[in-house]
């Protein structure tokens, strides 16, 4: 087995600074001239895992760049019925696109506790109510 034909798998490859500027240089150049971006096909198109690109502080800001476009790109193109729809959402809800609404609770414990003790007097005064009337049919029917 020649080291070409070696499995591309295993630790990553350990780029000089002069390999990372290019490859930052030809990530910007990706994410111009691309539609859609996807951080993972730029990756594979330079020898390289997405996680590696993810791990690495020089990509951070090119990888949210990617992103944000992508995201756009996905957005637009699904409303105007350009791509497959259940694809663009399965991509969308890769970034953190939801299609469930999340109620959060975000009430005031104290507001909460108050009005649990508001809501036990209304109780209370309701029985007592109901019992003053109770006293008061039965004294006027004689039961």
């Keep these: 087995m020649t080291k ?14 002069e ?3 290019t490859l930052v240089i030809a990530f910007e150049k990706y994410i111009e001239e691309t539609e859609i971006p996807i951080v993972a096909e730029f990756a594979h198109m330079n020898g390289l895992s997405k ?3 993810y791990n690495r502080d020089e990509f951070i800001y090119l990888i949210k ?3 944000t476009k992508k995201e756009a ?3 637009r193109e699904c409303l105007k019925s350009n791509i497959n ?6 991509s969308l ?9 999340e109620v959060k609770d975000t009430t005031d414990r104290k507001l909460s506790d108050q009005m649990k003790k508001a809501q036990e007097r ?8 109901d019992k003053g009337k109770l006293l008061s049919f039965q004294q006027n029917t004689g039961v």
């Excluded at 070409?4 to 000089?16: I, N, Q, V, W």
């Excluded at 729809?85 to 399965?90: E, G, P």
């Excluded at 209304?122 to 007592?128: D, H, L, S």
């Design 93 to 101: 809800k890769q970034l953190g696109w939801s299609d469930k609404s």
């Design 4 to 17: 070409s034909d070696k499995h591309p798998g295993g630790r990553p490859p350990k780029l000089t600074p």
């Design 51 to 53: 996680q590696y690109l």
């Design 65 to 67: 760049r990617a992103t």
């Design 73 to 75: 790109a996905l957005e």
């Design 19 to 21: 390999e990372i500027e």
């Design 85 to 90: 729809t259940s694809m663009a959402i399965f």
């Design 122 to 129: 209304v109780k209370k005064a309701k029985k007592q109510e």
